[in-house]
């Protein structure tokens, strides 16, 4: 975003920018769970995202899985941010295949600064497009903190399958990030991410997927109101149940009116 947790560089970043940009030309993604939401809003701000990653299991076979997701969204008050994406996705050896569309909206909860940890909720509805697929409904809650030159985020996440094709029960995971303040066009960051599974039959910790790893992400200006915010990271697989490696990125034009 072109706010506070997202300051923008003041000089050229044209390397970094070029780095990402060229990031883009990988065929990318697994699932749509490589992003960090924070609770802050920006009112007033319309952007245009690509994100996603691509994993790969390398055991007696290599198994590659990828997600694409675009995404268009806007900050309707100081408080509430909707957005629209679709996504793509291919399994193992299949074909990449538009795999749904989702309703997206982040309500936060404060004043940025007002309360000892800023808290916001995120809520989706996503309609499967693939035949006998369910529909999915999802819940964040969203937090973040920051401590000296550091902003910790975390997001844990609620997600039940819905409509004629579901599925009995709610699966539950988290992602989160420790982020470095150092420049607004580079700062490094932690990330982990984590699927516990369905909460009433959790598996074995070694059969969950769980996954950790650096990050670098920054914003660019490219003209008054407007910028470029990217995220480019390696994550590594913690349990059996993970993908030994997968590449996330995401690349955003954001325009504030």
Known sequence: MLADNKPLLK????????????????????????????????????????????????????????????????????????????EL????????????????????????????????????????????AADKVEGKLLLEKELGKTVNTANFIFEKEVGSHAEDGTEFGYALRTKYRWKPFLEPAIEAFGDIGEMRNVKPFEDQSHRLGPVILGSIPLAPSVGFYYELGWLFGLTRGTPNHAVKWLAEIEFHF
Do not use: C
């Not at 509805?125 to 693939?130: C, T």
């Open 89 to 132: 996705r291919k399994d193992a050896d299949g074909p990449l295949r538009y795999n749904a569309t989702t309703w997206e909206n982040i309500l936060q909860l404060f004043e940025q600064g007002d309360a000892w940890v800023d808290s916001g909720l995120y809520l989706e509805y996503k309609v499967a497009n693939l035949k006998d």
């Open 11 to 86: 000089n050229g970043a044209g390397a970094v920018a070029a780095v990402v940009l060229a990031s883009l030309a990988i065929p990318m993604a697994a699932h749509a769970g490589t992003k960090v939401y924070s609770p802050i809003v920006h009112e007033g701000e319309f952007a245009f995202e690509a994100r996603g990653d691509a994993a790969v299991d390398r055991g007696d076979t290599t198994t590659k899985t990828q997600t694409q997701i675009y995404e268009i969204e806007y900050g309707v008050t100081d408080r509430w941010q909707t957005a629209i994406y679709g």
